[in-house]
């Protein structure tokens, strides 16, 4: 049976993004951001009804405006998130962020990539990683680049790329990011 492109862009295929569905999905994300970054700062309430219209939460979160995201329903956040102004998530595939993570202004999570090779790339050939980012992660403003995974107890320095993998309990800086300290 032929994947849609949608089941291609959640299983790391390459996959069209000009689908009519997932078009669709993303002007469907963008009107909810938009909505949601053009709300008062004290309709707390309404901001929060907003964004679980957007994506899945365990629990308590509070998410600074400006907001963006590509989809929304491919973010899954645990208990007690919090993200300060200007937070990016390119959610193409699965963004899991656990349990009491902090991100500073103008964090980037990107899932989406594209072709390395020039004449593949201007196909319009895309492709999508998933991330997963740990409990009890504190992030300056990083760039979280495709398919990285982030462990439980991480510091991530600001200004840092997370271009691979960082372990549990260290603190890691730097471009590309690195592990400085084990914590």
């Known amino acids: 049976m032929k994947k849609s492109e949608k089941e291609k862009m959640l299983s790391d295929d390459y996959y069209n993004a000009g689908d009519e569905e997932l078009v669709r999905e993303r002007n469907y994300a963008r009107n909810l951001t938009f ?21 899945n ?49 103008n964090v980037q999570i990107y899932t989406a990539a594209h072709p390395i090779d020039p004449t593949e790339r201007l196909t319009g050939k895309e492709y999508a990683k998933p991330i997963v980012i740990g409990n009890n992660v504190w992030s300056g403003g990083t760039i979280i680049c495709p398919g990285v995974k982030i462990g439980d107890n991480v510091t991530i320095g600001a200004g840092s790329v997370v271009t691979k993998d960082i372990p ?7 471009n590309p990011c690195r592990v400085i300290k084990s914590i």
């Open 35 to 55: 909505e949601f970054n053009h709300t008062r700062p004290n309709e707390k309430e309404k901001r929060q009804q907003i964004l679980k219209q957007l994506f």
């Open 57 to 105: 939460s365990k629990g308590s979160f509070h998410i600074e405006a400006p907001f963006n995201c590509d989809y929304g329903y491919n973010i899954e956040i645990g208990e007690n998130f919090y993200a300060n102004y200007g937070c990016i998530i390119l959610d193409v595939n699965k963004v899991k962020i656990g349990d009491n993570v902090l991100l500073a202004p």
């Open 168 to 174: 549990d309990h260290v603190i890691a800086v730097g």
